[in-house]
């Protein structure tokens, strides 16, 4: 799922790969050659440079990883 603003760039470094069920929020950057696993929520206007393992939460510039994701998370997200 992709929000609005999200820019999804190459750079020197290659293109990023993005897993399955990955929810990128408004405004946040995927730069370069980095690999986001499955079950990642990319939080709003974060910025991206590095692999973020999958089932993970990910905030902030640069981007780090603040919690493990799970399904009952990834059910709060849709429905509050």
Do not use: R
């Not at 079950?39 to 973020?52: E, S």
């Not at 981007?63 to 799970?70: E, L, S, W």
């Amino acid at each position: 799922l992709i929000f609005h603003e999200v820019t999804i760039g190459a750079a020197s470094s290659g293109i990023p790969t993005i897993g399955n069920h990955v929810i990128l929020a408004s405004g946040c950057k995927i730069i370069g050659g980095v690999h986001i696993g499955d079950n990642v929520i990319i939080g709003a206007n974060a910025v991206v440079t590095h692999d973020i393992p999958a089932n993970s939460i990910a905030v902030g510039i640069p981007a780090k990883v603040i919690a493990k994701n799970d399904s009952k998370k990834m059910a709060d997200y849709f429905c509050h």
